[in-house]
DNA sequence: TCGAATAACTTGAATGTCAAGATATTTGAA
DNA sequence: TTCAAATATCTTGACATTCAAGTTATTCGA
């Protein structure tokens, strides 16, 4: 396999679904930006607003305003750390609760119609090459 | 094959392909936006505002300041088109071109990278696999 | 106990983005 | 041919994202 024609076709593919994932997420009237801190707390549950910035890849500063606006929205919200007085935990509201679902099944939906054609060993064996390939960063 | 976790799987391989991306492009003194730019004008050549701009998926407007900004980086310049005096040609500069074939052989080495382990056989069927599932797209 | 480290927030500057409108040019129909 | 409509790009104003640098409050550790 020509690694050339394999590199440009997983670029291709990266961009198909980053595409695809702008084109749900306008519909949704969030930023990308947004979704991804909701999506993240959705998967993650209540988490510090240290560990939510590193995460995303972004600084607190960032997040600060970040979650200011979110939070606005009524879509998470700053619950006060037990044990540090310093800190927060950020959690997903009701509200919330339904977009990250929403997009959560948005993906679901994906990725059942990507495999329409896909044998059952089919699927098993692109699963693994995914879990190997990213064994590699 | 579960469809929830292959979905998972998926994603979770798509955000180690945009972490890896972010920090490549910012180690380039690029944004992410600059830099989908010249990709685009590398691997399409000479190309006009408008279909940069519809394949960027931003509006004329944007592409307008973000070309300015890329000029003026000397990276990629606005060549008159030949027979449409409304209309330029964007095209990559010398120091544009060796941006681009650095950023290419950067993910050429991450597929070469991800592909150690697997057999000429396996990559030969991820590629059909990826292929496959842009079908959907 | 107290200085260093940590968590989050604030501010200022740069960039990205869109919508709406402006300008120049091309195109197509009368 | 002529001219209104379409097209290509640019401009402007408003807002979001982001970082760096600095601030405040709290916790930690020697």
Known sequence: MDAEELSKTIIEFYEKLTTWEDGVVKDSGLTTSQNHAIEI????????????????????????????RL???ALLRRVPHKSDRRSY???????GQKVFKMHHNHHLNLTREMMTDFSEQEQATLYQSLKKMMEHF
């Not at 935990?89 to 509200?95: A, F, G, S």
């Open 41 to 68: 707390v959705g998967h993650e549950g209540a988490i510090k607003m240290r560990k939510l910035a590193d995460k995303l890849g972004v600084t607190t500063g960032t997040l600060t305003v970040s979650i200011d």
């Open 71 to 73: 939070e606005k929205k």
């Open 89 to 95: 935990l950020i959690e997903l509201t009701e509200k």
